[in-house]
């Protein structure tokens, strides 16, 4: 089985960015739709953005204008640029990829946005 690498993680102030990384096995990352999910302290797990091999994109309507996924098959990584943070925003983030016939999760990163 692959293992999804998440990194860029962290605590920021509301108003701050941060970009996530996820890198996959080449193998898996290019014929597969990415994700990124959210799951804050009793709340269920969300998806925030998803990208198909074909870079079309979707998002969660909280995130629309602030975040943005986008993907490189050259080094098999997708991205979540995190723009205008809000202290709601505070969830552990997970990588995803559906690949249909079977799906992958990495371990999760934590983001904090507090002052």
């Known amino acids: 089985q692959v293992q999804l690498v998440e990194s860029g993680g962290g605590l920021v102030q509301p108003g701050g960015s941060l970009r996530l990384s996820c890198v996959a096995s080449?193998?898996?990352?290019?014929?597969?739709?990415m994700g990124w999910y959210r799951q804050a302290p009793g709340k269920p797990r969300e998806l925030v953005a998803r990208?198909?091999?074909?870079?079309?994109?979707n998002y969660v309507d909280s995130v629309k204008g602030r975040f943005t996924i986008d993907r490189d098959n050259a080094k098999n990584t997708v991205y979540l640029q995190m723009n205008s943070l809000k202290p709601e925003d505070t969830a552990v983030y997970y990588c995803?990829?559906?690949?249909?016939?079977?799906?992958?999760w990495g371990q999760g990163t934590q983001v904090t946005v507090s002052s």
């Open positions: 995803h990829a559906d690949l249909l016939a079977r799906e992958y």
């Open positions: 080449r193998i898996i990352f290019r014929p597969a739709t």
């Open positions: 990208i198909t091999s074909g870079f079309s994109t």
